[in-house]
């Protein structure tokens, strides 16, 4: 089975300042990595995703995530944030399959907070 | 361009009734995933319609049960409701054998009394 740990809960974070949300998997075969972004009263928005190639993804609104196989990791980064970003992150993890649409597991998600 | 869309927004039942939720998926997309969002929690896979059938399901009791119609869209059926349903009910689209990218509705906000 595979899971899907976020180390940190919450991350506060000056405004213009470098961010780095961390995610881990565990997974016995191949995955698919995803970053998803939840705002308030919403549902989630897909940020970037790996599925294979190169393991440095570049997604939307500036943000980046590097797949690092040995440390089965999956770090979301933004070299500087904006009061925009303050939002619930979430990383995802899906195994491979023919049918061509597989069950994402999430983890508990990181609240990253923006100060002015 | 609609995209997911889920009826209704928020709903308020009590502890042994039934509720059914609606999803209209995203124009062109053939697969539906329903997820339950505890508070303060990641969602979790509960399963996934494609072709009318379930093709995949989550680790959630047969209280839950859905159903897809011709059109796409898609049904979540709770039965017997517990406290622990009070949820946000997520719907995701997608199309099968695409680039692996689910849709997210906005959500059904259940809440059990």
């Known amino acids: 089975a595979q899971s899907v740990t976020q180390l940190d809960s919450q991350v506060p974070v000056f405004e213009e300042a470098p961010v780095e949300l961390r995610c881990n998997y565990s997974s016995s075969v191949s995955v698919y990595l995803f970053w998803y972004v939840q705002y308030p009263n919403q549902g989630l928005q897909l940020l970037l995703k790996y599925l294979s190639g190169s393991t440095l993804v570049k997604g939307i609104n500036g943000f980046e995530a590097e797949f690092n196989k040995s440390q089965t990791s999956f770090h979301l980064r933004k070299p500087s944030v904006h009061i925009s970003d303050t939002a619930e992150y979430f990383c995802a993890v899906s195994e491979p399959s023919n049918f061509g649409n597989e069950k994402l597991t999430f983890g508990t998600g990181t609240r990253l907070t923006i100060i002015p | 361009d609609a995209g997911v869309t889920q009826s209704p927004t928020h709903l308020i039942k009590t502890r042994g009734q039934q509720v059914t939720l609606r999803c209209s998926p995203k124009s062109g997309h053939d697969t539906v995933s329903w997820y339950q969002q505890a508070l303060g929690q990641g969602p979790q896979f509960i399963f996934q319609?494609?072709?009318?059938?379930?093709?995949q399901r989550g680790n959630f009791p047969d209280r839950f049960s859905g159903h897809q119609f011709p059109n796409y869209s898609s049904e979540l059926n709770v039965n017997a409701l517990l406290l622990g349903d009070s949820a946000l009910y997520l719907c995701?689209?997608?199309?099968?054998?695409?680039?692996?990218?689910?849709?997210f509705g906005p959500g059904t906000r259940l809440t059990v009394t």
């Open positions: 995701a689209s997608s199309l099968v054998n695409g680039k692996r990218e689910q849709y």
């Open positions: 319609y494609y072709e009318e059938e379930e093709r």
